[in-house]
């Protein structure tokens, strides 16, 4: 692993922790060329997947870009990091045992609804007011009558 800091090749890993549900690890590294300190995830993925987008482009898939979506959405909410980690491999795990490469950018918003429903309904709401393009309140009033029929 090469130090983001100063590009050497000889870091040495200080400590090392499997993630609770044992879908990553967790490396604390040392460079001693620069003394500089960083951290790496290492977590398994099972195939390339790409998401198709609603004009038929192509992207790769992005964990980050899911995770920092569900963080937005639970911005100032009370959920642990934890559990929006949970979350999201529980999102990209169902992606990937589905067997598929090519991904709709539309199932994807839709598991990240499903998850936010049940994880919190502020954080369901605002991420439905983006996904769903919102343009007026009637829109809201008719998702929060949906989430109160349930």
Sequence with gaps: MHCPFCGSDK???????????????RRSRYCPECLSCFTTVERVYLREMHVKK?????????????TRSIRL????RPVSDERIEKVVTGIIR????????EIEAKDIGEMVMDALLELDSVAYVRFASI????HEAKDFEKLIGKIEGT
């Design 131 to 134: 996904y769903k393009n919102f």
């Design 94 to 101: 169902q992606l990937e045992t589905s067997g598929e490469n």
């Design 54 to 66: 609603k004009e038929g482009r192509l992207e790769p898939f992005d964990r980050e870009k899911l």
């Design 11 to 25: 870091t040495d890993v200080k400590d090392t922790r499997t993630s609770e549900d044992g879908t990553s690890t």
């Design 73 to 76: 959405a639970l911005h100032k």
